[in-house]
């Protein structure tokens, strides 16, 4: 267990159970989280251990055996050498590193291994290759969404593990004592981990806010989102119990839609992006339009240049974007709407775009409790690349990047209601 943290709706330990049910054999998931997760702070691992107990719970209650496991006793050879299973079972993740580390297993294991794209809702596979726009995703998925969007079974394991236990660490162990991690960035007191919470947002925006997602989701001022996205990154919960929800929900079709579309067409895009190109969080995965727009304007004059501590700091003349940076920072999260100002406005001020680019993914995956996450990278893409977007008309320092302004928004929400939300209790720095 890995990108999928959660005992329940979850399809690797489901094909799991299945085939140790037609071996009558017993079923260990194992857990063992590392300190060296590229990026990866106190703040996104105190959300993550939040989030043992449930899955211990929902483990056990399908009469398999949680095994969880601290750096350095995290070996995975160590343990199948105790246990001697007979297959072992992972599920994907199209990050790089985390995709390396499969590798590696799948090279080192002297048993059958298999991985299961556990969190989207349409099998990665299908796509095949990088798409660039939205709909030719959303026309592939159309006729696919009621084969995928159905119940789990969530079967139990026949057969217990029986005689001594592997050995396992208690779910309340401090996983990061003696750790050598960053500790510069406070847990977020805004999300607690773990699928409990994230079934009770669930509700929570299918039953209060659904019903007007069309028409508040870009209000960030009113918050009318789900806010899940630090469960789905950390795999709390996933997209298919998300859609299920939806798709029962007491809402008007036209904002189930809507939701969905964001959900699955958009969401499992970014995954798409991340699979197949290797410069998902680099400048150089912008396509040969952008490429040469960026170019011919990156001399252009900036009215404003700061520095990456000054916009970590949130020291600019600018009090939206601080606002939106002041938010990210306190509560690890911002709103999908401020996140594309936020990082266009980077691009804006920096000495140049590659700058930009490297300064968003790095302030991004720092603070954000779903940073180091496809969505994440699928949007700076958006922002500053033009990634997924058309070209705009020319104008200084974006070229045809499409712009946002601080004007602009205003005329969409309330921004002065947003301002005194996120800075009314004064500046964290």
Same mark, same amino acid.
């Given at each position: 267990?890995?990108?999928?943290?959660?005992?329940?709706?979850?399809?690797?330990?489901?094909?799991?159970?299945?085939?140790?049910?037609?071996?009558?054999?017993?079923?260990?998931?194992?857990?063992?989280?590392?300190?060296?997760?590229?990026?990866?702070?106190?703040?996104?691992?105190?959300?993550?251990?939040?989030?043992?107990?449930?899955?211990?719970?929902?483990?056990?209650?399908?009469?398999?055996?949680?095994v969880l496991r601290r750096y350095p006793d995290h070996s995975l050879e160590k343990l199948i050498a105790e246990v001697r299973p007979a297959l072992l079972i992972g599920d994907e993740n199209?990050?790089?590193?985390?995709?390396?580390?499969?590798?590696?297993?799948?090279?080192?294991?002297?048993?059958?291994?298999?991985?299961?794209?556990?969190?989207?809702?349409?099998?990665?596979?299908?796509?095949?290759?990088?798409?660039?726009?939205?709909?030719?995703?959303?026309?592939?998925?159309?006729?696919?969404?009621?084969?995928?969007?159905?119940?789990?079974?969530?079967?139990?394991?026949?057969?217990?593990?029986?005689?001594?236990?592997?050995?396992?660490?208690?779910?309340?162990?401090?996983?990061?004592?003696?750790?050598?991690?960053?500790?510069?960035?406070?847990?977020?007191?805004?999300?607690?981990?773990?699928?409990?919470?994230?079934?009770?947002?669930?509700?929570?925006?299918?039953?209060?806010?659904?019903?007007?997602?069309?028409?508040?989701?870009?209000?960030?001022?009113?918050?009318?989102?789900?806010?899940?996205?630090?469960?789905?990154h950390f795999g709390h919960i996933g997209p298919v119990t998300v859609a299920l929800a939806v798709k029962n929900a007491r809402a008007p079709q036209k904002e189930k839609d809507a939701f969905?579309?964001?959900?699955?067409?958009?969401?499992?895009?970014?995954?798409?992006?991340?699979?197949?190109?290797?410069?998902?969080?680099?400048? /150089?995965?912008? #396509?040969?339009?952008?490429?040469?727009?960026?170019?011919?304007?990156? &001399? @252009?004059?900036?009215? *404003?240049? =700061?520095?990456?501590?000054?916009?970590?700091?949130? /020291?600019?003349? #600018?009090?939206?974007?601080?606002?939106?940076?002041?938010?990210?920072? &306190? @509560?690890?999260?911002? *709103?999908? =709407?401020?996140?594309?100002?936020?990082?266009?406005?980077?691009?804006?001020?920096?000495?140049?775009?590659?700058?930009?680019?490297?300064?968003?993914?790095?302030?991004?995956?720092?603070?954000?409790?779903?940073?180091?996450?496809?969505?994440?990278?699928?949007?700076?893409?958006?922002?500053?690349?033009?990634?997924?977007?058309?070209?705009?008309?020319?104008?200084?320092?974006?070229?045809?990047?499409?712009?946002?302004?601080?004007?602009?928004?205003?005329?969409?929400?309330?921004?002065?209601?947003?301002?005194?939300?996120?800075?009314?209790?004064?500046?964290?720095?």
């Open positions: 267990m890995q990108r999928s943290q959660r005992g329940c709706d979850n399809h690797a330990l489901d094909v799991a159970i299945r085939e140790a049910n037609a071996r009558k054999l017993p079923v260990i998931v194992f857990f063992a989280p590392v300190p060296f997760y590229p990026h990866a702070n106190v703040r996104h691992y105190t959300l993550l251990q939040q989030g043992i107990n449930d899955i211990q719970r929902d483990v056990e209650a399908r009469n398999c055996t949680f199209p990050m790089r590193e985390p995709e390396h580390w499969r590798e590696v297993v799948a090279k080192r294991v002297k048993l059958p291994f298999l991985t299961v794209d556990a969190d989207v809702v349409v099998p990665s596979s299908v796509l095949g290759k990088e798409m660039y726009a939205a709909h030719h995703v959303r026309t592939k998925f159309a006729p696919l969404l009621d084969e995928f969007i159905v119940p789990f079974e969530n079967p139990c394991a026949k057969v217990a593990w029986s005689g001594k236990r592997p050995e396992s660490i208690p779910p309340d162990t401090d996983l990061t004592s003696g750790w050598q991690i960053d500790r510069s960035v406070a847990p977020s007191s805004a999300f607690a981990g773990g699928t409990s919470g994230a079934l009770r947002l669930l509700h929570e925006f299918t039953t209060r806010k659904l019903k007007r997602y069309s028409v508040d989701r870009n209000h960030p001022e009113i918050d009318g989102t789900s806010r899940l996205s630090p469960y789905l969905l579309d964001e959900l699955i067409t958009w969401r499992e895009l970014a995954i798409n992006f991340v699979k197949y190109n290797p410069d998902y969080d680099s400048i /150089e995965n912008a #396509d040969d339009w952008a490429r040469n727009s960026l170019g011919e304007h990156a &001399r @252009d004059p900036r009215e *404003h240049v =700061y520095t990456e501590s000054e916009l970590e700091r949130a /020291e600019t003349h #600018d009090e939206l974007w601080n606002a939106a940076h002041m938010q990210m920072v &306190r @509560d690890g999260w911002m *709103h999908n =709407y401020m996140r594309m100002y936020w990082a266009k406005k980077i691009l804006e001020w920096s000495k140049s775009p590659a700058h930009a680019y490297n300064t968003a993914v790095r302030l991004n995956d720092k603070y954000e409790l779903d940073g180091r996450d496809p969505n994440g990278y699928s949007g700076i893409a958006w922002a500053i690349t033009g990634k997924h977007d058309r070209a705009w008309f020319d104008r200084p320092v974006f070229g045809k990047i499409r712009y946002m302004s601080a004007n602009a928004a205003a005329k969409k929400f309330d921004t002065m209601q947003y301002i005194q939300q996120q800075l009314g209790a004064g500046r964290l720095f």
